[in-house]
């Protein structure tokens, strides 16, 4: 079986085609067109530049996904539903649509949550999986637009435990360095100037909340933190703002208050549900330290719970993701006629 998947939900144009052969999954192909230099200058996303990039890249992301695959005969078709930007959703969606009409394939929608989980099992190790060994299990999907903890009963049983109120982890990353005047994406850019940070040189005594920490719900909110980086920034004279010291200093600051944040309401979610493993996903998963911490964490207090993490190129918006949740959704091939763009589709 082989599934051509089209991901076009944020700023990511993207195509992949996946084999499945017996119990082996092979990616035979995968291109990502990133609009990430052209939002830049506005320190996000413009919904109405994204569909037009998207509209452009499309065929031409397609053609070389199919080239680099070797022409070979598409069995079904996955495309990206929801949730994310509508008017970029509604690009993937019509050009698969158009696909299907001409290839006469049939076609599986795909929630882009549930892909970004399934992002997990890309590895070849993940080809057969005894489900008694890893369910239920707690997934933290954590990205620019969304922040969510899942509980993953079984493939296709979910149940949404928390998530942000307000800003998602990964816009506070971009929301904290436009503060900093530090650009666009903010969680890699932060990510660099906190690694460059050392403790023992603490300085500027920066003291950042770590909001809902404490409360006994799996919701997050993130404004609050901005909010206060903000006032700390503003408090400081214009020589402290812009000194390199200062700016590694917030940045680890930050980072950490996010980081405490997702870990602490996540180990706690898995003690709660037993659960037999965790699995993240979303873009803020490439956070090298957010990957060490909750492995730490998670040998340290629930040893016996197994930990996915996807490989760093599998966490920001790509179409093998979108072919792994297809593979694993193959029987719920839809009418293309009825297929539609959903910005605020849930998972489960």
Known sequence: MKILAIET????????????KKSQLKILSNIVSSQVKLHAKYGGVYPSLAKREHQKNLPIVFKKVLKEAKNPKIDAIAVTVGPGLEPCLWQGVNFAKELVRKLKSPIIPINHIEAHIFANFISPQYSILNTKYFFPA?????????????LMKDFGKYKILGETRDD????????IAR??????PGGPII?????????????????LPRPMIGQKNYDFSFS????????DFKNRVPKIRKSPSYIKEMCYASQQAIIDVLIKKTIRAAKNYKAKSIILGGGVA???????QFKEKIEREIPNTKYLIPNIEYCTDNAVMVAMAAYFNR????????ISANANLKIG
Do not use: P
């Open 9 to 20: 939900s944020c700023d990511e144009t993207s195509a992949a085609v996946l084999e499945a």
């Open 138 to 150: 707690i997934c933290l999907v954590v990205s620019g637009g969304h922040t969510q903890l899942i």
């Open 168 to 175: 998602a982890a990964g816009e506070c990353f971009d929301k």
């Open 179 to 184: 503060i900093l005047g530090l650009g666009y």
């Open 191 to 207: 990510a660099a100037e906190a690694a460059k940070y050392k403790i023992q040189n603490t300085k500027y005594k920066i003291q």
């Open 224 to 231: 609050g933190l901005k909010t206060a980086v903000l006032y």
């Open 286 to 292: 490439a956070n090298e330290e957010l990957r060490r």
């Open 331 to 338: 029987s719920k091939k839809t009418n293309w006629k009825k």
